[in-house]
Protein backbone atom coordinates (compact mmCIF):
# COMPACT_ATOMS: atom_id res chain seq x y z
CA UNK A 1 0.00 0.00 0.00
CA UNK A 2 1.63 3.33 -0.90
CA UNK A 3 1.87 6.24 1.54
CA UNK A 4 -1.18 8.13 0.44
CA UNK A 5 -3.29 5.43 0.23
CA UNK A 6 -2.32 4.67 3.92
CA UNK A 7 -3.47 8.04 4.85
CA UNK A 8 -6.48 7.83 2.93
CA UNK A 9 -7.57 5.11 4.87
CA UNK A 10 -6.56 6.39 8.55
CA UNK A 11 -9.43 8.07 10.54
CA UNK A 12 -8.72 11.27 12.05
CA UNK A 13 -9.56 10.96 16.12
CA UNK A 14 -11.35 14.25 16.91
CA UNK A 15 -11.81 15.81 20.81
CA UNK A 16 -14.47 15.17 23.31
CA UNK A 17 -17.74 16.81 22.55
CA UNK A 18 -18.24 20.21 24.58
CA UNK A 19 -14.11 20.39 25.85
CA UNK A 20 -12.49 22.46 23.32
CA UNK A 21 -8.82 23.11 22.46
CA UNK A 22 -6.91 26.35 23.46
CA UNK A 23 -5.42 27.27 20.00
CA UNK A 24 -2.24 29.86 19.58
CA UNK A 25 -4.17 31.88 18.15
CA UNK A 26 -6.27 32.71 21.69
CA UNK A 27 -3.60 31.88 23.96
CA UNK A 28 -2.40 35.56 24.31
CA UNK A 29 -5.99 36.66 25.30
CA UNK A 30 -5.90 33.70 28.20
CA UNK A 31 -2.21 35.18 29.56
CA UNK A 32 -4.23 38.39 29.55
CA UNK A 33 -6.69 37.53 31.45
CA UNK A 34 -4.95 35.36 33.88
CA UNK A 35 -2.68 38.01 34.23
CA UNK A 36 -5.55 40.40 35.75
CA UNK A 37 -6.43 37.85 38.08
CA UNK A 38 -2.82 37.21 39.57
CA UNK A 39 -2.65 41.13 40.21
CA UNK A 40 -6.41 41.44 41.56
CA UNK A 41 -5.24 38.11 44.05
CA UNK A 42 -1.90 40.06 45.14
CA UNK A 43 -4.21 43.23 45.38
CA UNK A 44 -6.67 41.90 48.05
CA UNK A 45 -3.68 39.24 49.66
CA UNK A 46 -5.43 36.24 48.09
CA UNK A 47 -3.44 32.89 48.28
CA UNK A 48 -3.10 30.86 45.50
CA UNK A 49 -4.01 26.76 46.16
CA UNK A 50 -4.51 24.18 43.84
CA UNK A 51 -6.57 20.77 44.06
CA UNK A 52 -6.37 18.46 41.59
CA UNK A 53 -8.77 17.36 39.26
CA UNK A 54 -10.00 14.21 40.31
CA UNK A 55 -11.44 13.84 43.55
CA UNK A 56 -13.09 11.21 45.83
CA UNK A 57 -16.99 11.05 44.56
CA UNK A 58 -17.77 11.70 47.97
CA UNK A 59 -16.36 15.27 47.96
CA UNK A 60 -19.16 16.84 45.65
CA UNK A 61 -21.68 14.17 46.49
CA UNK A 62 -21.53 15.99 50.37
CA UNK A 63 -19.86 19.02 49.12
CA UNK A 64 -22.61 19.95 46.64
CA UNK A 65 -25.58 18.01 47.46
CA UNK A 66 -27.04 14.62 46.41
CA UNK A 67 -30.48 16.43 44.74
CA UNK A 68 -29.00 19.23 42.28
CA UNK A 69 -28.20 19.37 38.56
CA UNK A 70 -24.50 18.68 39.17
CA UNK A 71 -24.94 15.78 41.30
CA UNK A 72 -27.75 14.00 39.92
CA UNK A 73 -27.23 14.75 36.44
CA UNK A 74 -23.61 16.26 35.54
CA UNK A 75 -20.37 15.11 36.56
CA UNK A 76 -17.81 12.67 34.86
CA UNK A 77 -17.76 9.92 37.40
CA UNK A 78 -15.66 6.47 37.01
CA UNK A 79 -14.44 3.89 39.39
CA UNK A 80 -10.85 3.35 40.19
CA UNK A 81 -9.56 0.17 37.37
CA UNK A 82 -7.43 -1.36 41.07
CA UNK A 83 -10.00 -0.64 44.18
CA UNK A 84 -13.00 0.23 42.99
CA UNK A 85 -12.82 3.95 44.74
CA UNK A 86 -15.70 5.86 43.32
CA UNK A 87 -13.89 8.89 41.83
CA UNK A 88 -15.07 12.43 40.20
CA UNK A 89 -13.58 14.79 37.36
CA UNK A 90 -13.94 18.15 39.54
CA UNK A 91 -17.65 19.81 38.66
CA UNK A 92 -16.26 23.05 40.88
CA UNK A 93 -13.77 24.08 43.13
CA UNK A 94 -15.21 25.18 46.40
CA UNK A 95 -15.80 21.38 47.60
CA UNK A 96 -12.18 20.39 46.59
CA UNK A 97 -10.76 23.45 48.66
CA UNK A 98 -12.42 22.89 51.42
CA UNK A 99 -11.73 19.17 51.34
CA UNK A 100 -8.25 20.23 50.77
CA UNK A 101 -8.68 22.77 53.48
CA UNK A 102 -9.67 20.30 55.73
CA UNK A 103 -7.56 17.84 55.01
CA UNK A 104 -4.24 19.84 55.54
CA UNK A 105 -5.89 21.93 58.78
CA UNK A 106 -5.11 25.56 56.82
CA UNK A 107 -7.26 27.15 59.32
CA UNK A 108 -5.32 26.14 62.03
CA UNK A 109 -3.13 29.39 62.15
CA UNK A 110 -6.60 31.34 61.45
CA UNK A 111 -8.74 32.64 58.25
CA UNK A 112 -7.42 31.92 55.22
CA UNK A 113 -7.85 34.09 51.70
CA UNK A 114 -7.74 31.25 48.85
CA UNK A 115 -7.97 31.37 45.16
CA UNK A 116 -7.46 28.77 42.60
CA UNK A 117 -8.10 27.90 38.73
CA UNK A 118 -8.34 25.51 36.21
CA UNK A 119 -10.66 22.94 34.35
CA UNK A 120 -13.97 21.90 35.36
CA UNK A 121 -16.34 19.29 34.20
CA UNK A 122 -20.28 19.14 33.90
CA UNK A 123 -21.60 16.93 31.69
CA UNK A 124 -23.96 19.33 30.16
CA UNK A 125 -25.66 19.98 26.76
CA UNK A 126 -23.01 22.02 25.44
CA UNK A 127 -23.71 25.33 23.40
CA UNK A 128 -22.42 29.03 23.11
CA UNK A 129 -21.05 29.68 26.93
CA UNK A 130 -21.86 26.51 28.38
CA UNK A 131 -19.09 23.88 27.57
CA UNK A 132 -18.43 20.11 29.17
CA UNK A 133 -14.60 21.21 29.97
CA UNK A 134 -14.47 24.82 31.31
CA UNK A 135 -12.43 26.51 33.30
CA UNK A 136 -13.58 28.42 36.39
CA UNK A 137 -11.25 31.03 38.54
CA UNK A 138 -12.56 31.09 42.01
CA UNK A 139 -11.55 32.69 45.50
CA UNK A 140 -12.72 31.62 48.61
CA UNK A 141 -12.77 33.29 52.05
CA UNK A 142 -12.59 30.63 55.15
CA UNK A 143 -12.75 32.10 58.60
CA UNK A 144 -14.21 35.17 58.38
CA UNK A 145 -18.28 35.46 59.79
CA UNK A 146 -19.15 39.04 59.37
CA UNK A 147 -20.64 40.56 56.21
CA UNK A 148 -17.09 42.95 55.77
CA UNK A 149 -16.05 39.76 53.94
CA UNK A 150 -18.94 39.07 51.62
CA UNK A 151 -18.78 42.80 50.48
CA UNK A 152 -15.01 42.36 50.14
CA UNK A 153 -15.67 39.26 47.76
CA UNK A 154 -18.12 41.30 45.31
CA UNK A 155 -15.79 44.47 45.51
CA UNK A 156 -13.26 42.37 44.05
CA UNK A 157 -15.84 40.83 41.11
CA UNK A 158 -16.45 44.40 40.36
CA UNK A 159 -12.80 45.56 40.14
CA UNK A 160 -11.90 42.82 38.15
CA UNK A 161 -14.94 43.62 35.57
CA UNK A 162 -13.70 47.38 35.74
CA UNK A 163 -10.23 45.98 34.79
CA UNK A 164 -11.33 43.73 31.99
CA UNK A 165 -13.57 46.76 30.49
CA UNK A 166 -16.40 44.15 30.62
CA UNK A 167 -19.65 46.53 29.89
CA UNK A 168 -23.02 45.59 30.69
CA UNK A 169 -22.45 43.74 33.86
CA UNK A 170 -25.38 43.25 36.48
CA UNK A 171 -25.20 42.40 40.03
CA UNK A 172 -27.58 40.50 41.58
CA UNK A 173 -27.79 39.31 45.45
CA UNK A 174 -30.11 37.60 47.91
CA UNK A 175 -30.04 35.78 51.32
CA UNK A 176 -30.71 31.89 51.89
CA UNK A 177 -30.71 33.03 55.51
CA UNK A 178 -30.14 29.64 57.98
CA UNK A 179 -31.37 26.75 58.10
CA UNK A 180 -34.13 26.58 60.38
CA UNK A 181 -35.68 29.87 58.37
CA UNK A 182 -35.33 27.67 55.16
CA UNK A 183 -36.70 24.55 56.55
CA UNK A 184 -40.00 27.81 57.46
CA UNK A 185 -39.77 28.40 54.00
CA UNK A 186 -39.62 25.13 53.04
CA UNK A 187 -42.42 24.03 54.28
CA UNK A 188 -45.03 27.22 53.05
CA UNK A 189 -43.23 26.12 49.53
CA UNK A 190 -44.92 22.33 49.90
CA UNK A 191 -47.88 23.78 50.41
CA UNK A 192 -48.21 25.60 47.84
CA UNK A 193 -46.68 23.83 45.25
CA UNK A 194 -48.49 21.21 46.36
CA UNK A 195 -51.72 23.02 46.06
CA UNK A 196 -50.90 23.71 42.59
CA UNK A 197 -49.09 20.11 41.84
CA UNK A 198 -51.27 20.42 37.53
CA UNK A 199 -48.61 22.95 37.00
CA UNK A 200 -45.36 21.28 38.04
CA UNK A 201 -43.21 19.69 35.47
CA UNK A 202 -41.75 16.43 36.41
CA UNK A 203 -38.27 17.36 37.46
CA UNK A 204 -40.18 19.65 39.51
CA UNK A 205 -42.91 17.26 40.89
CA UNK A 206 -39.96 15.01 42.39
CA UNK A 207 -38.23 18.01 43.28
CA UNK A 208 -41.30 18.96 45.24
CA UNK A 209 -40.54 15.86 47.87
CA UNK A 210 -36.54 15.88 47.58
CA UNK A 211 -35.35 19.82 47.36
CA UNK A 212 -38.30 22.13 47.02
CA UNK A 213 -36.11 25.22 46.57
CA UNK A 214 -34.54 23.65 43.39
CA UNK A 215 -37.92 24.63 41.94
CA UNK A 216 -37.55 28.07 42.31
CA UNK A 217 -34.34 27.59 39.76
CA UNK A 218 -36.57 26.09 37.09
CA UNK A 219 -36.36 28.05 33.76
CA UNK A 220 -39.26 26.36 32.47
CA UNK A 221 -41.48 28.81 31.10
CA UNK A 222 -44.45 27.31 31.81
CA UNK A 223 -43.74 27.54 34.97
CA UNK A 224 -42.64 31.40 35.31
CA UNK A 225 -45.96 32.59 36.98
CA UNK A 226 -46.47 29.71 39.45
CA UNK A 227 -42.78 30.56 40.53
CA UNK A 228 -43.28 33.84 40.67
CA UNK A 229 -46.26 33.89 43.37
CA UNK A 230 -44.19 31.46 45.53
CA UNK A 231 -43.60 32.18 49.22
CA UNK A 232 -40.10 34.31 48.94
CA UNK A 233 -37.38 32.96 51.33
CA UNK A 234 -36.66 36.71 52.14
CA UNK A 235 -40.07 36.69 54.02
CA UNK A 236 -38.42 33.51 56.40
CA UNK A 237 -35.91 35.09 57.58
CA UNK A 238 -34.99 36.03 61.39
CA UNK A 239 -33.17 39.06 62.71
CA UNK A 240 -29.46 37.99 62.69
CA UNK A 241 -29.99 37.19 58.64
CA UNK A 242 -31.51 40.68 57.78
CA UNK A 243 -29.14 42.26 59.48
CA UNK A 244 -26.20 40.58 58.35
CA UNK A 245 -27.94 40.91 54.55
CA UNK A 246 -28.29 44.89 55.59
CA UNK A 247 -25.05 45.38 56.55
CA UNK A 248 -23.71 43.70 53.14
CA UNK A 249 -26.09 45.90 51.09
CA UNK A 250 -25.15 48.82 53.13
CA UNK A 251 -21.09 48.05 52.68
CA UNK A 252 -22.05 47.78 48.80
CA UNK A 253 -23.79 50.81 48.63
CA UNK A 254 -21.09 52.95 50.42
CA UNK A 255 -18.51 52.17 47.72
CA UNK A 256 -21.00 52.58 44.86
CA UNK A 257 -21.76 48.85 44.10
CA UNK A 258 -25.41 48.75 42.57
CA UNK A 259 -26.88 45.80 43.08
CA UNK A 260 -30.86 44.39 42.43
CA UNK A 261 -31.91 41.97 45.29
CA UNK A 262 -33.63 39.00 43.27
CA UNK A 263 -36.08 36.98 46.17
CA UNK A 264 -35.52 33.86 43.36
CA UNK A 265 -32.02 33.81 43.32
CA UNK A 266 -31.29 30.35 45.04
CA UNK A 267 -27.77 28.83 43.05
CA UNK A 268 -27.19 25.25 41.85
CA UNK A 269 -25.59 24.13 44.70
CA UNK A 270 -26.77 23.68 48.29
CA UNK A 271 -23.86 24.34 50.27
CA UNK A 272 -25.14 28.36 50.72
CA UNK A 273 -26.23 30.24 53.39
CA UNK A 274 -27.16 33.84 54.14
CA UNK A 275 -25.48 35.77 50.91
CA UNK A 276 -25.72 34.75 47.59
CA UNK A 277 -25.30 36.63 44.39
CA UNK A 278 -24.60 36.21 40.34
CA UNK A 279 -23.13 38.76 38.06
CA UNK A 280 -25.24 38.29 35.15
CA UNK A 281 -24.92 39.81 31.52
CA UNK A 282 -27.60 40.47 28.82
CA UNK A 283 -25.09 40.09 25.79
CA UNK A 284 -24.13 36.56 25.91
CA UNK A 285 -27.35 34.95 25.24
CA UNK A 286 -28.81 32.02 27.80
CA UNK A 287 -25.30 31.34 29.07
CA UNK A 288 -25.23 35.46 30.74
CA UNK A 289 -24.39 34.51 34.19
CA UNK A 290 -20.44 35.25 34.19
CA UNK A 291 -19.76 34.46 37.95
CA UNK A 292 -21.42 33.44 40.98
CA UNK A 293 -21.25 32.79 44.54
CA UNK A 294 -22.20 33.08 48.29
CA UNK A 295 -21.67 32.70 51.73
CA UNK A 296 -21.70 28.62 52.58
CA UNK A 297 -20.76 28.70 56.54
CA UNK A 298 -21.88 25.26 56.91
CA UNK A 299 -20.02 23.20 54.89
CA UNK A 300 -16.42 23.08 56.30
CA UNK A 301 -18.21 21.30 59.08
CA UNK A 302 -20.65 19.05 56.93
CA UNK A 303 -17.12 17.65 55.42
CA UNK A 304 -15.33 16.63 58.75
CA UNK A 305 -13.74 19.94 59.61
CA UNK A 306 -13.77 22.27 62.66
CA UNK A 307 -17.06 24.71 62.03
CA UNK A 308 -16.00 27.88 60.01
CA UNK A 309 -17.49 30.10 58.38
CA UNK A 310 -16.16 31.01 54.72
CA UNK A 311 -17.86 32.13 51.56
CA UNK A 312 -16.30 32.70 47.93
CA UNK A 313 -17.37 33.15 44.35
CA UNK A 314 -16.44 31.18 41.21
CA UNK A 315 -16.49 32.98 37.44
CA UNK A 316 -16.34 31.00 33.95
CA UNK A 317 -13.24 31.88 32.01
CA UNK A 318 -14.85 31.34 28.22
CA UNK A 319 -17.55 33.09 29.49
CA UNK A 320 -15.67 36.20 30.53
CA UNK A 321 -13.15 36.27 27.39
CA UNK A 322 -16.51 36.12 25.36
CA UNK A 323 -17.95 38.91 27.27
CA UNK A 324 -14.59 40.75 26.32
CA UNK A 325 -14.61 40.10 23.12
CA UNK A 326 -18.43 41.56 23.17
CA UNK A 327 -17.37 44.84 25.12
CA UNK A 328 -14.29 45.16 22.52
CA UNK A 329 -11.79 45.04 25.24
CA UNK A 330 -9.52 42.31 24.13
CA UNK A 331 -6.23 42.85 23.55
CA UNK A 332 -4.48 43.96 20.65
CA UNK A 333 -2.77 40.21 19.37
CA UNK A 334 1.01 39.93 20.39
CA UNK A 335 4.27 39.69 18.18
CA UNK A 336 5.26 36.15 18.27
CA UNK A 337 8.80 37.66 18.63
CA UNK A 338 11.36 40.71 18.63
CA UNK A 339 13.71 39.87 16.06
CA UNK A 340 13.38 37.37 13.34
CA UNK A 341 16.55 35.72 11.90
CA UNK A 342 17.34 34.81 8.67
CA UNK A 343 19.84 32.66 6.86
CA UNK A 344 21.11 30.52 4.10
CA UNK A 345 21.90 27.28 5.86
CA UNK A 346 25.70 26.26 6.31
CA UNK A 347 27.96 28.25 7.84
CA UNK A 348 25.49 30.99 7.88
CA UNK A 349 23.12 28.65 9.50
CA UNK A 350 25.67 28.18 12.36
CA UNK A 351 26.21 31.45 13.16
CA UNK A 352 22.72 32.65 13.12
CA UNK A 353 22.08 30.18 15.38
CA UNK A 354 25.31 31.68 17.10
CA UNK A 355 23.51 35.19 17.17
CA UNK A 356 20.20 34.37 18.34
CA UNK A 357 21.18 32.53 21.34
CA UNK A 358 23.14 35.64 22.45
CA UNK A 359 19.93 37.65 21.72
CA UNK A 360 18.28 35.47 24.23
CA UNK A 361 20.77 35.80 26.78
CA UNK A 362 19.77 39.49 26.06
CA UNK A 363 16.54 39.13 27.12
CA UNK A 364 15.80 39.77 23.26
CA UNK A 365 12.74 37.07 22.16
CA UNK A 366 13.70 35.87 19.06
CA UNK A 367 12.39 33.17 15.93
CA UNK A 368 15.37 31.06 14.31
CA UNK A 369 14.30 30.90 10.54
CA UNK A 370 14.18 27.00 10.39
CA UNK A 371 12.97 25.35 7.11
CA UNK A 372 10.28 23.42 6.85
CA UNK A 373 12.27 20.74 4.34
CA UNK A 374 15.11 20.79 6.60
CA UNK A 375 17.35 22.50 3.70
CA UNK A 376 16.79 26.08 2.56
CA UNK A 377 14.51 28.71 1.33
CA UNK A 378 14.43 31.66 -0.57
CA UNK A 379 15.60 34.93 1.16
CA UNK A 380 12.16 36.62 0.05
CA UNK A 381 10.27 33.49 1.59
CA UNK A 382 12.23 34.15 4.67
CA UNK A 383 11.17 38.01 4.48
CA UNK A 384 7.59 36.62 4.45
CA UNK A 385 7.57 34.69 7.43
CA UNK A 386 9.81 37.31 9.34
CA UNK A 387 7.00 39.83 8.65
CA UNK A 388 4.02 37.24 9.69
CA UNK A 389 5.68 36.44 12.82
CA UNK A 390 5.31 40.15 13.83
CA UNK A 391 8.75 40.89 14.72
CA UNK A 392 9.79 44.12 14.92
CA UNK A 393 13.34 43.64 13.19
CA UNK A 394 14.82 40.69 11.20
CA UNK A 395 18.77 39.81 11.55
CA UNK A 396 19.98 38.53 8.07
CA UNK A 397 22.88 36.73 7.74
CA UNK A 398 23.60 35.39 4.11
CA UNK A 399 27.38 34.09 2.85
CA UNK A 400 28.26 37.85 1.73
CA UNK A 401 27.59 39.30 5.20
CA UNK A 402 29.24 36.43 7.00
CA UNK A 403 32.68 36.53 4.50
CA UNK A 404 32.45 40.03 5.94
CA UNK A 405 31.77 39.20 9.60
CA UNK A 406 28.48 40.94 9.34
CA UNK A 407 24.93 41.00 9.38
CA UNK A 408 22.20 43.35 7.83
CA UNK A 409 19.80 44.61 10.24
CA UNK A 410 16.09 45.48 8.81
CA UNK A 411 13.59 47.62 10.29
CA UNK A 412 10.61 45.87 9.74
CA UNK A 413 7.99 47.95 11.84
CA UNK A 414 8.61 52.01 11.26
CA UNK A 415 10.94 53.31 9.21
CA UNK A 416 12.06 49.89 6.76
CA UNK A 417 16.03 50.77 6.66
CA UNK A 418 18.73 47.81 6.47
CA UNK A 419 21.85 48.43 7.63
CA UNK A 420 24.77 46.59 7.87
CA UNK A 421 26.34 45.57 11.22
CA UNK A 422 29.31 43.92 12.94
CA UNK A 423 28.22 40.10 13.96
CA UNK A 424 29.73 41.54 17.32
CA UNK A 425 27.73 44.61 17.18
CA UNK A 426 24.30 42.71 16.80
CA UNK A 427 22.96 41.83 20.16
CA UNK A 428 23.78 45.75 21.01
CA UNK A 429 22.82 46.95 17.63
CA UNK A 430 19.22 45.06 18.29
CA UNK A 431 19.08 46.52 21.53
CA UNK A 432 19.38 50.21 20.82
CA UNK A 433 17.04 49.83 17.80
CA UNK A 434 14.26 48.50 20.27
CA UNK A 435 14.97 51.42 22.89
CA UNK A 436 15.22 53.98 20.59
CA UNK A 437 11.63 52.70 19.12
CA UNK A 438 10.40 52.85 22.41
CA UNK A 439 11.79 56.74 23.73
P1 LIG B 1 -21.40 27.92 39.61
O1 LIG B 1 -22.43 28.99 39.53
O2 LIG B 1 -21.84 26.54 39.42
O3 LIG B 1 -20.69 28.11 41.01
O4 LIG B 1 -20.25 28.22 38.55
C1 LIG B 1 -19.58 29.45 38.53
C2 LIG B 1 -19.43 29.95 37.11
O5 LIG B 1 -18.80 28.96 36.29
C3 LIG B 1 -20.73 30.23 36.40
O6 LIG B 1 -21.24 31.50 36.75
C4 LIG B 1 -20.32 30.16 34.96
O7 LIG B 1 -19.74 31.40 34.53
C5 LIG B 1 -19.24 29.11 34.95
N1 LIG B 1 -19.78 27.84 34.45
C6 LIG B 1 -20.51 26.92 35.12
N2 LIG B 1 -20.82 25.88 34.33
C7 LIG B 1 -20.26 26.13 33.13
C8 LIG B 1 -20.22 25.43 31.86
N3 LIG B 1 -20.78 24.24 31.70
N4 LIG B 1 -19.56 26.01 30.82
C9 LIG B 1 -18.97 27.22 30.97
N5 LIG B 1 -18.97 27.91 32.12
C10 LIG B 1 -19.61 27.39 33.19
C11 LIG B 1 -19.68 27.34 41.45
O8 LIG B 1 -19.09 26.56 40.78
C12 LIG B 1 -19.30 27.63 42.89
N6 LIG B 1 -18.18 26.75 43.24
C13 LIG B 1 -18.93 29.09 43.07
C14 LIG B 1 -18.51 29.41 44.47
C15 LIG B 1 -17.25 29.60 44.91
N7 LIG B 1 -19.32 29.57 45.49
C16 LIG B 1 -18.60 29.83 46.59
N8 LIG B 1 -17.34 29.83 46.23
Given at each position: ?????????????????????????????????????????????YEFLRTPIVEATAVFQRGIGEVTDIVEKEMYSFEDRL??????????????????????????????????????????????????QFHQFGIEAMGFAGPDIDAEIILMGQRLWDELGLKGV??????????????????????????????????????????????????????????????????????????????????????????????????????????????????????????????????????????????????????????????????????????????????????????????????????????????????????????????????????????????????????????????????????????????
Amino acid sequence: MTDQAKTQKIQKINGVRGMNDLLPADAAQWTHLEHVLRDLTRAYGYEFLRTPIVEATAVFQRGIGEVTDIVEKEMYSFEDRLNGEQLTLRPEGTAAVVRSVVENNLLYEGPKRLWYTGPMFRHERPQRGRYRQFHQFGIEAMGFAGPDIDAEIILMGQRLWDELGLKGVRLEINSLGQAPERAEHRAALVTYFEKNKEQLDEDSQRRLLTNPLRILDSKNPAMQDLIEGAPKLLDFLGEESLKHFEAVQALLKANNIPCKINPRLVRGLDYYNLTVFEWITEELGAQGTIAGGGRYDPLIERMGGKAAPACGWAMGMERVLELMKVSGSLPEPQAQCDAFVIHQGGETLTAAMIIAERLRNAGIDVILFCPPDGQSASFKSQMKKADASGAAYAVIIGPDELAQNEAQLKDLRSTGVQKAVALDGVVDAVIDAIVGSTE
